[in-house]
């Protein structure tokens, strides 16, 4: 099958973005997931500092090089506990979407995160009340995404509010807009719960909202000790047979971003996936 194979930028480290397109482009990777506060080196990107002239130089920077900008990462909590703290996430995430379009990029993606300011998970996260909260962020952004015409992918994770297939198709239907999107990383919806049913988490995903997802990521773990681990992309537990044949059938052509990464495991995580999609 025919992907756009690519990673999140800050895995090559922070740099000054010509350097960073440069490394990203040598290893014959065409897309990014890009967090400005964790991969440009040399730019303020703090709120209130976003403009579109500053979106334009990132973005040519890149496409000098062959390289887009798929995704905006902006991952704030969406359900943060000081609400104070909360309105200002959002509005950090508001500036991205207003500015994604000057990014070279309609995407601008995050998790919901936690009940618990450091994300860890919460016994509540699973609760009614966490996720009414956020459905109020969730739709907040996504009304401010309609006015730009751009697209908010909310990635699930197990431990957070949005934790399950069905979670996030309640999302879906809740907030009831085309500008929500899915970023999709099978392994975050995994736990040492249902691991062992793995293929049906990934199939219910495809089901529920395959017409959703916008945007891939692909890394891959193993079960040590009760905890998912980190594994280097071919040697880990994830079925990307199955991934592959989802995708296949519904997402040609789809960004597939590679995360988890470092210097030393990138080349053969580019082998392993290019082999499991056939690219």
């Not at 198709?169 to 719960?193: G, K, T, Y």
């Not at 916008?214 to 000790?225: A, L, P, W």
Request: glycine share 8%.
């Amino acid at each position: 099958m025919s992907i756009t194979l690519g990673a999140r930028a800050h895995d090559f480290g922070k740099l000054p973005a010509e350097i960073l397109a440069e490394k990203i482009a040598a290893k014959g990777l065409t897309c990014v997931q890009l967090a400005l506060a964790k991969a440009l080196d040399g730019i303020n990107s703090e709120t209130g500092s976003l403009s579109p002239g500053l979106a334009a130089h990132v973005r040519e920077a890149f496409a000098r090089r062959g390289v887009r900008i798929a995704v905006l990462g902006c991952y704030v909590n969406l359900v943060h506990p000081d609400l104070a703290e909360r309105r200002s996430l959002l509005a950090r995430f508001k500036e991205h979407l207003r500015f994604a379009r000057d990014f070279g990029c309609s995407v601008v993606a995050t998790e919901t995160a936690s009940l618990n300011a450091d994300w860890s998970a919460h016994p509540d996260n699973g609760g009614e009340a966490a996720f009414r909260t956020a459905c109020e962020s969730v739709g907040e952004l996504v009304a401010e995404a309609e006015k730009f015409g751009v697209f908010v992918a909310i990635e699930g994770v197990a431990h957070h509010v949005v934790s399950t297939p069905q979670r996030m198709r309640r999302l879906l239907d809740e907030i009831a807009s085309p500008n929500l999107q899915v970023l999709f990383d099978p392994v975050n919806l995994l736990s040492p719960e249902n691991l062992g049913v793995q293929d049906r988490v990934m199939q219910e995903s495809f089901d529920l909202f395959g017409d959703r997802i916008v945007v891939t990521h692909v890394k891959d773990f193993r079960c040590e000790g009760g905890k998912l681990r980190p594994e280097i992309i071919g040697r880990g537990q994830l079925n990307y047979e199955l991934l592959a044949r989802l995708l296949r059938a519904r997402k040609s052509y789809i960004d597939v971003l590679i995360e988890d990464t470092t210097a030393a495991t990138i080349d053969e995580s580019i082998v392993a996936v290019r082999r499991a999609f056939a690219c």
